[in-house]
């Protein structure tokens, strides 16, 4: 597994693991980041991932993305 911090821009992946604390994960699932669900990394910024998931762009930062293992 590798965090969702390496995906390049353009690859869609599918969530395997979310790690970190209760409320940190509960915060993602809000977004939409669950295990099974699919991911596309639209651009990447300085560490900072703008994300495709279900029909929503997300923005993500790297710390948050590296909680999110495909």
Do not use: Y
């Not at 969530?15 to 990447?44: P, S, Y």
């Not at 029909?55 to 909680?67: G, K, P, T, Y």
Request: aromatic letters at 2%.
């Amino acid at each position: 597994m590798m965090p969702l911090s390496m995906a390049n821009t353009g690859e869609t992946v599918k969530i395997k693991k979310i790690t970190g604390q209760d409320e940190v994960r509960q915060h993602l699932a809000e977004l939409g980041f669950v295990v099974d669900a699919d991911v596309t990394v639209v651009t990447e910024m300085a560490g900072n991932l703008i994300l495709q998931v279900k029909d929503s762009r997300v923005a993500l930062d790297r710390s948050m993305a590296n909680r999110i293992m495909f």
